[in-house]
């Protein structure tokens, strides 16, 4: 059970509203952790919040909610919200060097949180493992859609490689901190 299916409502009328307000303040988190963003000077990706936000949303609300809530986010973005990293919006992003990984953001929160339903989230060993899958997606979506701007071999290294080191920390914080939540607020 994710903490989102915890504390929803079980009237039916409060737990659309419940749904709808956590799937416009996951896109809310989502577009304040794109705000710490900064650029590697090799890589046309930012270095942002946006991965952690991401995973733990998916984490948080679940596949659909969670993948809802991201959905929500590029909406906003291509409407032309400045939600994208360093205040950035309109579908430009969506269709720049960066849109792969975007777009992958909503695997990413899916897996996660399909992994979170069947209760991978509530160790940190196996919530690592779900964390991992979720950023396999967003990379390989990422890194295939960067590639048609440098290529295959570069899209790796200038879009993969330097990332994996800072959301390996961040995979580990949600995995550390995550099963702690999920038990509070499911034992509660």
Known sequence: MTIVNALRPAERTQAHVFNATAV???SIFIALSAQISFFLP???????????????IGALFGAKL?????L?????GAAGLPVFSAGGATIAHLIGPSGGYLVGFV?????VGALAER??????VTSAVAMIAG????????????????GAKNAVIAGVVPFLLGDALKIALVSIIL?????????R
Do not use: K, M
């Open 179 to 187: 099963p702690l939540a999920t038990r509070y607020v499911t034992r």
């Open 135 to 150: 950023a396999a997606v967003y990379f390989a979506v990422g890194a295939a859609w960067l590639g048609l701007f440098v």
């Open 24 to 26: 416009i303040g996951g």
């Open 66 to 70: 969670g993948a809802a809530a991201v």
């Open 119 to 124: 209760g991978w989230t509530a160790h940190p």
């Open 107 to 111: 695997g990413a929160a899916w897996i």
């Open 42 to 56: 090799f890589s046309p990706v930012p270095v942002t919040g946006q991965t952690f936000a991401v995973l733990l």
């Open 72 to 76: 929500a986010y590029l909406a906003e």
